[in-house]
């Protein structure tokens, strides 16, 4: 073989391997690129999780009040087409809390002092 063919083909493989190495480089950056995209969507999608389960916890003490209110709209409700008060609440102290005919509310008996 002749030394300008050996000449042309180390210099052919040298481009090849040039050209392969700067291919490997890119793409190895490339998949850094990617991996950290992945961290970053890893973190908000944690960040939009634990907003989710706050806003699920915000929406279950808001049912809970409504659960209250109605129920309090009921004894009010009742109250008024019964004409009698009605009970909504005695704690244990024995004071009692009672919705009466026109509306309002009447709180009924004395808290234990002691």
Same mark, same amino acid.
């Given at each position: ?26 793409? =190895? =950056? ?13 973190? !908000? ?28 709209? @009921?004894? =009010? ?11 909504? =609440?005695? @704690?244990?102290? *024995? ?7 026109? *509306?309002?509310? !009447? ?6 002092? *002691?």
């Amino acid at each position: 073989m002749s030394t300008q063919l050996k000449t042309y083909l180390l210099a052919l493989m040298t481009t090849v391997t040039c050209i392969s190495l700067f291919w490997a480089i890119d793409k =190895h =950056h490339w998949a850094l690129e990617l991996q950290q995209d992945l961290v970053n969507e890893q973190a !908000k999608s944690t960040q939009q999780q634990q907003q989710l389960e706050s806003l699920a916890g915000e929406l279950k003490q808001w049912r809970e009040l409504e659960k209250k209110r109605q129920a309090l709209r @009921d004894k =009010h409700q009742k109250a008024l087409s019964s004409g009698q008060p009605q009970v909504i =609440h005695t @704690d244990a102290d *024995g004071v009692t809390t009672l919705a009466t005919p026109s *509306g309002g509310i !009447k709180i009924t008996g004395a808290p234990l002092e *002691g």
